[in-house]
């Protein structure tokens, strides 16, 4: 019990971001706990309101339920069940199914639902400007990964694999946003769950990416998903003539 209240700090609520004191945690624990699979990585469901789930990975190096007395568990393909109560809705991305779309061609038609989202993050950003990415001749452009629902692009990440004497290859994440209509459902650690499916299966030791000081939310965001601070990151911008 003890490593699943320490577990669900600095996770992201459904409807809104507040971390849950111990108490409320332990509280919720008590009321209704669900363990569930989805996308390879077991994670937490717990009612934190009327109405209202918390859903965050359990750990990134969890590779079978954990036992704890009480909890009801669960693993499905793609699908939270709760069972006793099937019609209850634990957010957007249980509920509907997610597909992900590599894209590297600037002309590529997804890019009319990504670059939108993409811009959220990248602000001034343009169909110009990305293509001046995709295509410089020095340098490694990144990759892209779309998440869709239907239609409807709800995250974005931009990638490239690494070699460094470091670590080897290594996947780094340049860019990942989700659209702000869609955020505190889930569709972060989707993206997140993405990136080490695709890290593992070109044969990546490690996930490294950069998040700006001024982030918190984004800070608890990537520690609730097993990340943690490695470095520091130093930038030398370069001034014409120097």
């Known amino acids: 019990m003890a490593q699943l209240v320490a577990h669900l700090h600095g996770m992201e ?139 409807a692009c709800v995250s974005v990440a931009g990638w490239r694999l690494l070699a460094n004497t470091h670590l080897g290859l290594v996947l780094y994440v340049d860019d990942l946003v989700v659209d702000g209509s869609h955020r505190g459902q889930g569709y972060g650690h989707a993206m997140l769950d993405e990136m080490l499916r695709i890290a593992s299966s070109l044969g990546a030791r490690a996930i490294d990416l950069d998040s700006g000081v001024q982030r918190s939310e984004a800070h608890r965001f990537y520690f609730a998903n097993g990340y943690s601070i490695s470095s520091h990151h130093f930038r030398r911008m370069i001034t014409e003539g120097v």
């Open 13 to 151: 609520r459904v409807r809104g971001s507040n971390p849950l004191s111990s108490t409320e945690i332990t509280t919720t624990i008590l009321q209704r706990v669900v363990v569930f699979h989805i996308r390879r990585a077991f994670r937490v469901a717990c009612v934190v309101a009327p109405g209202e789930w918390a859903v965050l990975p359990i750990s990134a190096h969890v590779t079978s339920p954990v036992t704890v007395p009480g909890l009801v568990m669960c693993a499905v393909d793609d699908e939270a069940v709760t069972r006793g109560n099937p019609t209850m809705e634990m957010g957007n991305v249980m509920a509907e199914e997610l597909r992900f779309v590599e894209v590297t061609d600037a002309a590529d038609s997804h890019w009319s639902e990504m670059l939108p989202v993409l811009v959220q993050l990248r602000e001034g950003l343009d169909r110009d400007g990305l293509e001046s990415v995709l295509t410089s001749p020095v340098g490694q452009p990144p990759r892209f990964t779309g998440a869709f629902i239907d239609d």
